[in-house]
């Protein structure tokens, strides 16, 4: 029969059994980063489109022209990957102005 070590209690006075067993990184509002960038280095962001927040208004391929191109029915089509470091401006003015709140700069 298997014993299973979740049932025991923790030993008196060890930091479990206290409750000041110290946090992952994720649960103390830090992400934990790692690769050749370094431990907290941040992303390049790319820019994000909520399909059903968006409302096809227009109003990023005006702000980003060339970056952002819009469908047959007005809907933005954004390349992947991250947004170039001249147009982060311009697309953190796009995130702003969207009247649906539709797009985003994300880092992940």
Do not use: F, K
Not at 3 to 32: E, F, I, K, M, Y
Not at 85 to 92: F, K, M, N, S, V
């Amino acid at each position: 029969m298997a014993v299973n070590n979740r049932d025991r209690p923790h030993p008196p006075g060890s930091p479990r059994a206290r409750g000041t067993a110290p946090l992952p990184d994720a649960r103390r509002g830090r992400a934990a980063v790692t690769g050749a960038r370094g431990a907290h280095a941040p992303r390049d962001p790319a820019l994000r489109v909520d399909p059903i927040g968006c409302q096809a208004h227009g109003l990023c391929a005006e702000l980003l022209p060339g970056y952002v191109t819009l469908d047959e029915w007005g809907y933005p089509i954004v390349p992947a990957g991250p947004v170039p470091p001249q147009l982060r401006a311009a697309a953190r003015a796009a995130v702003r102005e969207c009247p649906t709140l539709a797009l985003r700069l994300a880092t992940e």
